[in-house]
């Protein structure tokens, strides 16, 4: 296949990756905002793009991709929108923060120029998953001791730190575990002691999606992780099943775990009432679905998010942002999914691994709304970066 | 099976990666000064591949920032026709704004004591729901033509109804507001909704006004009538240099009354307990009353005055306070960013389908493999 790759720089030698891209996977998940939205992360990424445009001026080339098209239409569409009039800022702040985290997702595509590239920085973006989950199973156990002094009010309500929501925590939890699982081969107790810690937080995030997304997680991760011990898979299903069984006993009695399984209130599980509320409202706008409300004009109006990602893209930028935002995301993944299915020579195994992360945080957007998420950015990124590693294999 | 696509490939083995990694180039000359201080060698590769495998790995496209001006003369017929689209939706738009324009009138329900005399929500259900009322409204205002009255009637549904709110600020101010998707019809219907309302609203005002009066008059009457029998029953002199109250209650043959004949004077506000213990308890009793007897009357005055501050500011018959020669305007408090924005979006449209279009271009088959 055809590939016109730029002269190499220093950052595309596959030797070593540039400064900003390690330090931004690597504080990634300290979510909390410096000033207004602004994360500590963010800077690192905005040399990301500084880099990448000083050099495409230096050059005088701009390596284009089909993606990139997409997404200039998506921005134009976006503008389009029938209520920008009525909340301007929404509608700015939305489209910068995307337009920011679509350039940053570009540049960090540029980083992967090979396997090795892609499991360096898989193990960057999953610094601090271990961290984060060994630190909570070890609040967790001194909670279930009764030492609730020393938890700092860990467990008391939903879980989010590092984050500002838990909705995001579950999100990186969830795409950060295929990361930490892919980044070298774990052994079998490795794997199984990650899991634990990894069940104790996302328990804790209270969300029922998560919860389902990462026992779906945990059976295809194996599946993946099959030839690695040789295990037959009757024992690693039974493994899982006791682990997952175990962990529901010991946090019975956790509200959020409670939560997170929909075993609170008299509703039965599959009830949602300010889901169905957020698509009532979203219903309202049917006439506007052609060109959608303008981008973040929802919450603009409505002081309230749509919780689900399609809706919320069909609502605020119409048919025309939905389907190029679907086709964007099915050009930048297919890739992967074929050297997944060892169709495309490439790093099939972290491939695999990404592809997971990609496919949960794509499930989760099913049920929150990841438009602004930057780790789905980043996992986009590294997924378009396999472009140039495989069609050059 | 022909393959859909086949090209001749310069490609750089890669050393530095053990895994068989390569750079691929278009063309030779870009290769070899792609590593002009190292030689290398470069191998020739013929590259066939499926349509689908064509789509799923997405060739990148170099694009000189130069040749962009190139890339938008070539394909000036994109950009023109984007130009066109852009001035068609900018016109539309200009004629029909987004979320429609609208104006509103604001009437001064009113108000006896800061209390408005009519039930404005009850008004507003009873006639925005009345269908002859909306029609002879729409009828007055002229501005749908003379069209028939089933046709007028699907109007006052579809376009009125929807489109025709209120809202009650200070429990005062009556805010009525019209919505249109233009501007030509708002006034005319609104001047005349709002006329008509005003109407019913003053001889609802006048009626409640009255039954309050006559409400305040029989309760003044029946206090001074209770002053008169403890003055009376309990024996005379009791409030004699007490306390005296000369009120002068008009006739409800002679309604309305006029403003200062009612006055209440208080002659001494000493009290003389020389009757003994029936002229104590008459005082006590009278005493108790005497409040509200004095309220009713304040009550009275309020209801007939005719001067004063607050009654020039909130008169007791509901006023128009909005100019009738005030224009509709946009809904959207800042409606010029999406002139600006609609342009800017096409724009951003063509662009990406011109560099589509060249990539597209620079992918496609050679001539001979077509």
Redesign the interface.
């Known amino acids: 296949?055809?590939?016109?790759?730029?002269?190499?720089t220093r950052a595309t030698?596959?030797?070593d990756l540039p400064l900003w891209a390690k330090v931004y996977l690597s504080i990634l998940p300290i979510g909390l905002p410096l000033v207004g939205l602004v994360e500590g992360s963010d800077f690192f990424l905005l040399a990301g793009i500084a880099g990448m445009f000083f050099s495409?001026?230096r050059q005088?080339?701009?390596?284009?991709?089909?993606?990139?098209?997409?997404?200039?239409?998506f921005?134009?569409?976006?503008?389009?929108g029938?209520?920008?009039?009525?909340y301007?800022g929404a509608f700015f702040f939305n489209l910068g923060a995307i337009t920011f985290l679509f350039l940053g997702s570009r540049a960090l595509a540029q980083t992967v120029?090979?396997?090795?590239d892609l499991s360096r920085l898989m193990w960057w973006g999953s610094r601090l998953f271990f961290p984060i989950v060994a630190g909570y199973a070890a609040l967790f156990a001194l909670h279930a001791f009764g030492f609730q002094e020393w938890t700092f009010g860990s467990f008391v309500g939903k879980l989010t730190f590092p984050f500002r929501f838990s909705n995001q925590l579950g999100g990186y939890l969830l795409g950060a575990l295929p990361l930490a699982i892919g980044c070298g081969r774990k052994s079998l107790p490795a794997r199984f002691f990650l899991y634990l810690g990894f069940l104790i937080v996302i328990a804790g995030v209270g969300s029922r999606s998560a919860m389902l997304i990462a026992i779906l997680e945990f059976i295809v991760l194996e599946a993946i992780c099959v030839g690695d011990d040789p295990l037959p898979p009757a024992i690693r299903v039974a493994g899982l099943g006791c682990l997952i069984a175990w962990m529901g006993y010991a946090l019975s009695g956790e509200w959020t775990f409670m939560r997170a399984i929909g075993a609170i209130d008299s509703l039965p599980f599959t009830s949602d009432p300010p889901r169905i509320e957020q698509i009532r409202r979203a219903v309202e706008f049917l006439p506007f679905w052609l060109q959608g409300i303008g981008l973040g004009c929802f919450f603009g109006g409505h002081t309230l998010e749509i919780h689900i990602t399609p809706i919320s893209l069909l609502t605020e930028t119409g048919i025309g942002g939905l389907s190029l935002v679907g086709t964007w995301t099915a050009?930048t993944i297919?890739?992967a999914v074929?050297v997944a299915l060892g169709k495309?020579?490439g790093?099939r195994r972290e491939v695999s691994f990404l592809l997971v992360a990609i496919g949960a945080l794509l499930l989760y957007s099913l049920f929150h709304n990841l438009l602004r998420t930057r780790f789905l950015w980043m996992l986009f990124g590294l997924a378009s970066g396999l472009?140039?590693?495989f069609?050059?294999? | 099976m022909p393959p859909f696509f086949e090209k001749l490939l310069f490609v750089i083995p890669n050393e530095f990666e053990k895994s068989g990694c390569e750079f691929v180039f278009n063309d030779r000359e870009e290769a070899e000064t792609c590593y002009n201080d190292s030689p290398c060698k470069i191998e020739e590769k013929a590259l066939f591949c499926s349509a689908r495998e064509f789509f799923v790995t997405m060739a990148t496209v170099d694009l000189g920032l130069k040749s962009v001006a190139e890339l938008c003369r070539r394909h000036r017929r994109w950009l023109l026709l984007c130009l066109a689209a852009a001035i068609v939706v900018e016109t539309f738009l200009w004629v029909y704004p987004p979320r429609g324009l609208a104006c509103s009138d604001t009437i001064l329900l009113g108000s006896v004591g800061k209390i408005p005399l009519v039930d404005f929500p009850r008004v507003w259900a009873r006639f925005f729901n009345d269908d002859r009322f909306m029609l002879q409204t729409v009828r007055d205002s002229a501005v749908f033509g003379d069209i028939e009255e089933s046709q007028l009637l699907k109007v006052v549904q579809n376009s009125i109804r929807p489109n025709l709110f209120y809202g009650i600020e200070q429990d005062s101010f009556a805010k009525i507001t019209f919505r249109q998707p233009t501007a030509n019809r708002i006034r005319g219907f609104l001047t005349s909704f709002t006329r008509r309302l005003l109407v019913q609203l003053t001889l609802l005002g006048e009626e409640e006004l009255s039954f309050q009066q006559a409400r305040v008059l029989a309760r003044a009457r029946q206090s001074l009538r209770r002053q008169a029998l403890l003055q009376n029953g309990l024996g005379s002199g009791f409030l004699v240099g007490s306390t005296r109250i000369l009120v002068e209650i008009p006739s409800l043959t002679d309604f309305p009354p006029v403003s200062g004949r009612v006055s209440l004077l208080l002659a001494s506000e000493s009290v003389n307990l020389s009757g003994g213990w029936w002229s104590f308890a008459g005082t006590f009793i009278s005493n108790e009353f005497e409040d509200s007897l004095y309220n009713t009357l304040l009550e009275w005055k309020t209801l007939v005055a005719t001067d004063g501050s607050q009654i020039g500011i909130f008169p007791r018959s509901p006023i128009l306070l909005s100019d009738s020669g005030s224009l509709p305007a946009p809904m959207q408090p800042f409606l010029f960013l999406i002139y600006v924005l609609v342009p800017i979006g096409f724009f951003l449209v063509g662009c990406s389908w011109i560099l589509i279009l060249a990539w597209l271009e620079q992918t496609a088959p050679p001539p001979s493999a077509a």
């Open positions: 296949m055809a590939e016109a790759v730029s002269p190499p030698f596959p030797g495409a001026l005088g080339v701009w390596c284009f991709r089909l993606t990139d098209g997409l997404f200039l239409a921005a134009g569409v976006a503008c389009l029938t209520d920008i009039g009525s301007p120029r090979g396997g090795k050009l297919l890739p074929q495309e020579r790093p472009h140039a590693h069609r050059s294999a």
